[in-house]
């Protein structure tokens, strides 16, 4: 397994929205093994696809860190492929979000608590289920990249200017991060 570098925002990768893919897809489980490996190496919860430069219906989630938190969370780890929101419902919530291409940035988003959501699994067995609380949240945030949406995207356009400098500086690659990056050369 190895890791591979995570790319960070200003990838355009990142603002593509992602394929879905078959069984046939070309060294799937060798793709899926690595992303575990990417994703504990930078102590992630989730990782998508397009985050190592693949445009393509895939992500996985380990929620077991928070399982301090919500015990329900233990061994919550899943690979989910061609991953659809059916639906959300419940009333918005704030939690403080992270994203691994957005080094040293958290910010608080609004998210509703519950989703039904039908994917894959790495079978490519079908399923219809039900998430809530911080289970969805992990889920819409992964989604959410396969769908080319960032948690810039989420943002208030006044917290989007407070931030310019900081998300100009994620993408020119000035940041401290201790996990592979790779940051994309900026346009003239
Ligand atoms: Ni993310």
Redesign the pocket.
Known sequence: MSVLPIRAYGDPVLKTKARSIGPDYPGLQELIDNMWETMYKAAGV?L?AP?VGKSIRLFIIDATPYAEEDPSLMGFKKVFINAGIIRESGKAWLFNEG???FPELREDILRLPEIRLKYQDEHFQSFEEDFSGLAARIIQ??YD?TEGTL?VDHFSSLKKTLLRKKLANISKGIVPVNYPMKFSPRKK
Request: aromatic residues 0%; contains cysteine; negative net charge.
């Open positions: 989730g998508a985050q994203c691994l291409s945030h992964e990249h948690m």
